[in-house]
């Protein structure tokens, strides 16, 4: 992952309007956002997670990112592809940046070096004081100096190579222009600035060149202004192309026999090819790795393998017992396996509130004898077992995926 460390320079970053659109979006489409602190955000299950700051995700190739950190790495990316861009150099400091500007021919733009948030160029300075003015005026840590070019800079956000947000009178020559440009950089997400005298016109007639390209969500949200809704639909069909969904199978059991229901669970989810996150009173394991020994059942268990990048079906063994008070550890689950042991009417309507697909359980009774009413008030499936041995409660739970999940 590159960029967690500038993640910190944009605290607040994920209150940016746009942003809170693609939070919004992604709890409706059942992705369960979740804070992963140090400025990332975590959204799917499992193998399905993607891990997201305000610049990239675990998508982008580690490359693109590196590139596309420096201004000057992109300038030369650009450069060599013959896409046209202005005179430029990096500086380090005052003194370079003043020297690199005397060899352009007319005033020059200063930018920090560091890509980021939409960038704030400095006015067009020409001369050694004010090209120190505008140097001592940027963030620390170099600037890249750039010729200045006359016209206006439009904005465009380019998503997996297609430009989908712009001037609407722009030519087509220009809006192939910035999708090259995100193309050549391999970034999937980016602002493309382009300045130019008319973007009505080709960019080869009117003098057009690109000025800046500031990759990420951030930038993006930025540059979205008040089309929050539809930059975020697209950033989350890019993360999950249709009809992917981000999910995991997660099952729940609960009562006495909760760990034997899991570990039958495990072992029938493994041998269809499964690597399976298992959490029970006696420890928790991924993929037959064991890697705690001790009382998992806590909210914190399915917390660990929903952020788990190699798990592909979780199992968590729950107790009844101030279970509303404790959580899950995650939005939601699959299935709740009611085995033996009793369970109290409110903690039954708490679990069908945070339940996807259905309850497990014999004839449709609690081990008490009540009829398991809450499955069916929430909308829920009663997936019937035969008895409450814990073959026979998996067996159910296994049949159940084989519909929900092909």
């Not at 490359?63 to 650009?78: G, K, M």
Request: glycine content about 12%.
């Amino acid at each position: 992952m590159v960029g967690t460390e500038a993640a910190g320079r944009h605290a607040g970053w994920d209150r940016v309007p746009a942003m809170q659109a693609i939070l919004r979006q992604a709890a409706l489409r059942g992705l369960s956002p979740r804070d992963g602190g140090d400025g990332l955000w975590h959204v799917g299950e499992g193998r399905h997670l993607c891990r997201f700051d305000h610049q990239f995700s675990d998508r982008t190739p580690f490359l693109a990112a590196q590139l596309c950190h420096s201004r000057w790495l992109t300038h030369e990316a650009l450069t060599q592809a013959g896409l046209p861009v202005p005179q430029s150099a990096a500086a380090a400091s005052v003194a370079d940046a003043v020297a690199r500007a005397a060899v352009v021919d007319g005033p020059v733009v200063l930018r920090p070096i560091r890509s980021g948030a939409l960038s704030r160029p400095s006015g067009a300075a020409d001369g050694a004081a004010a090209v120190a003015a505008a140097y001592a005026a940027l963030p620390p840590g170099g600037v890249l100096v750039s010729a200045a070019v006359r016209g206006q800079a439009y904005r465009f956000i380019v998503l997996d190579g297609v430009a989908v947000q712009g001037p609407p009178a722009a030519h087509p020559l220009n809006v192939r222009l910035v999708e090259r440009a995100a193309a050549v950089c391999q970034i999937e997400l980016a602002v493309v600035e382009l300045t130019i005298a008319d973007v009505r016109q080709p960019f080869p007639a009117a003098g057009g060149m690109l000025t800046a390209l500031d990759p990420g969500l951030l930038p993006a949200a930025l540059a979205a202004h008040g089309d929050g809704a539809a930059l975020a639909a697209r950033y989350l069909d890019h993360l999950y192309p249709p009809p992917a969904n981000g999910r995991i199978p997660i099952l729940a059991v609960i009562g006495g026999n909760g760990d034997a229901v899991a570990a039958i669970l495990g072992t029938a989810l493994a041998a269809v090819g499964r690597s399976v996150g298992i959490a029970t009173r006696h420890g928790l394991s991924v993929g037959g790795l064991t890697l705690f020994l001790d009382d998992r059942r806590g909210s914190d268990a399915l917390a660990l393998l929903v952020d788990h990048q190699s798990v592909d079906a979780a199992v968590v063994e729950i107790e009844a017992a101030g279970l509303p008070r404790r959580g899950l550890g995650h939005p939601a689950v699959d299935l709740v396996l009611f085995g033996d042991g009793p369970v109290d009417a409110d903690t039954v309507a708490w679990l069908a509130d945070r339940t996807r697909l259905g309850f497990i359980a014999p004839a449709g009774r609690l081990p008490d004898g009540r009829m398991l009413d809450g499955a069916s008030k929430a909308g829920l499936v009663h997936f019937p077992a035969a008895d409450r041995r814990p073959d026979s409660l998996a067996a159910a739970a296994i049949a159940a995926l084989a519909v929900t999940h092909r």
